[in-house]
């Protein structure tokens, strides 16, 4: 499809865990964001690229989050030794180069930390 | 810093009948304001955007925004609801720089038959 496609899109691990989750942007979209959404809040910032540069990650909550950009396409979000507070829905957006663009997002990894 | 806030956490409205979901943002700048619409287990949905051309915005399915600088308001309405427009609408502000998306709390829209 032509939109921002996240995997999976429902992740289940053990506290202590570490988890992977995926973003392919639109195809030719410069930049990428991370965002975090706790059940009934609105998303916040996490992090944000521009092709592999990573500009901005001040939104990680801690050292136990990664998120990278290889080759200025495909995003990974990381978290080690997951915690409880880990539990959230992760959303990426991807946008056209151009401030004034808007951000498209993709449908989410709900991640539940047992 | 740039925020929005959203003035009711829920509003409930019959079908056919307006909707308003009220905004107000804080900027120290000509800001870009959006509004989202986000359905159940779903990503979020670009309904329109405001960055400093018309101030009254037409946006997909009917909805409209007007930006009121001396109100400091960017409120959603939309003239009759549908029953498919149940969902939270989020209002978001951009940051300065490389433009993060801010976000309001949500209002949850309840669209009764």
């Known amino acids: 499809g032509a939109g921002v496609s996240q995997s999976p899109r429902y992740k289940v691990a053990k506290r202590g865990q570490d988890v992977a989750l995926r973003c392919d942007p639109i195809?030719?979209?410069?930049?990428l964001f991370w965002y975090q959404q706790a059940l009934g809040q609105g998303p916040e910032f996490l992090t944000y690229f521009q092709n592999e540069a990573q500009l901005d990650k001040s939104g990680l909550p801690s050292d136990r989050f990664f998120a990278e950009r290889p080759e200025g396409s495909v995003s990974t979000l990381k978290i080690q030794r997951t915690q409880q507070e880990d539990s959230a829905v992760y959303l990426c957006?991807?946008?056209?180069?151009?401030?004034?663009?808007?951000?498209?997002f993709g449908d989410g990894t709900r991640l539940s930390i047992l | 810093a740039q925020s929005v806030t959203q003035l009711d956490s829920h509003v409930s409205v019959s079908e056919g009948t307006p909707v308003l979901l009220r905004c107000n943002y804080s900027s120290s700048y000509s800001p870009s304001l959006f509004w989202y619409v986000q359905h159940p287990n779903k990503g979020l949905q670009l309904l329109l955007k405001y960055t400093s051309a018309a101030t009254l915005v037409k946006g997909i399915n009917g909805f409209e925004a007007e930006f009121k600088k001396s109100e400091t308001s960017f409120h959603l309405t939309k003239p009759s609801a549908h029953m498919s427009d149940a969902a939270e609408y989020f209002c978001?502000?951009?940051?300065?720089?490389?433009?993060?998306?801010?976000f309001g709390t949500g209002t949850r829209l309840l669209v009764s038959p």
């Open positions: 195809s030719g979209h410069v930049s």
């Open positions: 978001v502000v951009s940051d300065t720089g490389f433009q993060k998306l801010v």
């Open positions: 957006a991807s946008r056209r180069q151009g401030s004034n663009q808007p951000q498209h």
